[in-house]
């Protein structure tokens, strides 16, 4: 696949047309009987979500923290595929692989000295790339850590809105 051919239209429209390139991304959360587990409706594919076992969830279906973490997993891997093929940066193989500690004492509310969410998010890149350079796999990791959406999103967090509506 030819990315700088894929993108060049792309690029043509928002550099001539800037307010073409703001998009909004959608996803809601809706109930799915017990007050532990939702559906989660992307537009394109609907997810079940569930609490996590470590404060009363089944453990049988992916957490918030899980789909976080996941979204990160994503963004960050066809983040570095994305930039190696505009690079033309020779890879075998990519993996990422992404974890993260919390402490559930914050979630449930046991300690106010405990936070709630993340303490730690730990993005692991494992390349073969045996026939890129080192300078080229320093220019990988720039551009991805750079151009992933998720990841620059958690490193400069903007302020969440929220809107309640209540029907009586």
């Not at 550099?15 to 009987?33: E, F, L, M, N």
């Not at 973490?69 to 993996?95: D, H, K, N, Y």
């Not at 990841?151 to 809107?163: D, F, I, K, S, V």
Request: hydrophobic share 40%; aromatic share 2%.
């Amino acid at each position: 696949m030819d990315l700088r051919t894929l993108q060049k239209p792309l690029k043509e429209q928002y550099r001539a047309d800037p307010t073409s390139s703001r998009i909004t991304i959608r996803a809601k959360g809706a109930q799915a009987g017990a007050p532990i587990s939702c559906s989660v409706d992307i537009g394109r594919a609907i997810h079940q979500a569930e609490a996590h076992k470590g404060v009363g969830g089944a453990g049988a279906g992916a957490c918030s923290g899980d789909l976080l973490l996941g979204a990160l997993a994503a963004c960050a891997q066809i983040t570095c595929q994305m930039v190696a093929a505009a690079m033309s940066i020779p890879t075998e193989r990519i993996e990422v692989a992404v974890e993260g500690d919390l402490d559930l004492r914050g979630t449930l509310g046991i300690s106010k000295e405990v936070p709630v969410g993340f303490e730690n998010i730990r993005v692991n890149f494992d390349l073969t790339a045996p026939n890129a350079s080192a300078e080229q796999i320093a220019a990988l990791r720039e551009k991805t850590e750079q151009y992933c959406v998720v990841m620059q999103t958690l490193l400069h967090p903007p302020a969440p809105q929220t809107t309640w509506v209540r029907h009586a």
